[in-house]
């Protein structure tokens, strides 16, 4: 059983790296937008924005379980949102389906 999800940082230069949730898959979309909120200031500093969206994504962890970070996909049951710093934009894996950071804050409803 799980709710498993990642959240994908890809750099300028096609490089990826993985964030993993156990527990929160469905919810990503909440914890990356609020991560992209708080971290506003960052959006043009990929490595300060990639540690405000895990530490959006652990907050509430005080274990050793549950979450993890990996250079590809971990175990997933949810459409995969890539963030581009570089770009400035927010993407799903393998569709057409991409918004600018200040537009994915606006959404309302998760996109996926």
Not at 6 to 21: D, L, P, R, S, V
Not at 45 to 52: C, F, K, M, T, V
Request: one cysteine or more; proline letters at 3%.
């Amino acid at each position: 059983m799980g709710d498993r999800g990642n959240i994908c940082m890809e750099e300028a230069e096609g490089k990826k790296i993985y964030f993993y949730t156990h527990w929160d898959g469905s919810e990503l979309f909440t914890i990356l937008k609020n991560a992209l909120i708080k971290g506003k200031l960052r959006w043009d500093d990929e490595p300060y924005l990639a540690r405000i969206i895990f530490c959006e994504l652990v907050k509430k962890d005080d274990g050793i379980t549950g979450y993890g970070i990996s250079t590809g996909v971990c175990d997933n049951e949810h459409p995969i949102f890539v963030v581009n710093s570089d770009k400035q934009v927010v993407s799903i894996e393998e569709t057409n389906k991409n918004w600018t950071f200040e537009d994915f804050i606006q959404l309302e409803a998760d996109p996926r």
